[in-house]
């Protein structure tokens, strides 16, 4: 039963740098996010996506890419670290088979980013 | 665009105490609501969902909320505080198709002894 397995859990970036954070879910999920966690705002989505091949931006997209060539994996891209995207970053998947009836989501355990 | 609010940062109970946190939310239409708990340095784990039917759900660790349209409220109550439930606390809210789902910006739950 891995869930929603996110990597790295920390990460050190200087400003300008680029990496990925990896999200992979086992669960058969056809939707998966990206949220980042800031003190004081909750979680802000970032990107979503309802199946492999789409996706859509959420609350605050600028800085980041996404992609979803499988149904498994959701990784989120930043193509040049800025202070400002210093953040707890949470992965989510949930199931949309019925879309009549919301389920909670299933949440990674998070990546701590910090960029200097 | 649905928000939520949570009116209070943070709230400290005894332990035995009962609890209360409070969430509103702001949405055009019927909405899905959703409590979530997360301990230093982890994920959200789901408490309890409603969607439909009757106003008060239950959750898991003895937790409850209640769905009250007309105050657009969804607030969440344990009538006896464990220590083990000191935590942050997030309300959220997500329209039908779940795929925008919009969280507050937390309570955390200090348990004195």
């Known amino acids: 039963n891995a869930g929603v397995t996110q990597t790295p859990k920390f990460q050190v970036l200087k400003t300008g740098q680029s990496m990925t954070l990896q999200c992979a879910q086992d669960m058969n999920h056809e939707y998966m996010s990206w949220y980042r966690q800031d003190p004081g705002m909750g979680l802000r989505l970032i990107h979503y996506s309802v199946g492999a091949g789409i996706t859509d931006q959420g609350e605050v997209p600028n800085g980041y890419n996404v992609s979803r060539s499988t149904t498994e994996d959701f990784p989120l891209r930043l193509l040049s670290a800025a202070p400002s995207q210093t953040s707890v970053y949470f992965c989510?998947?949930?199931?949309?088979?019925?879309?009549?009836?919301?389920?909670?989501?299933?949440f990674g355990s998070g990546t701590r980013l910090t960029v200097v | 665009a649905q928000s939520v609010t949570q009116p209070d940062i943070h709230i400290t109970v005894s332990e035995g105490a009962s609890l209360e946190l409070r969430c509103n939310y702001s949405y055009g239409a019927t909405p899905y609501l959703f409590w979530y708990v997360q301990s230093p340095g982890q994920g959200l784990q789901l408490l309890l969902k409603y969607f439909s039917g009757d106003t008060l759900v239950q959750g898991i660790k003895g937790f409850e909320a209640e769905f009250k349209r007309s105050q657009s409220s969804f607030n969440l109550r344990k009538p006896s505080v464990h220590w083990s439930d000191a935590a942050e606390y997030f309300c959220a809210v997500a329209p039908y198709n779940n795929n925008d789902m919009r969280f507050g910006a937390g309570t955390r739950l200090t348990v004195k002894p």
């Open positions: 989510a998947s949930s199931s949309v088979r019925d879309r009549t009836l919301p389920y909670g989501y299933t």
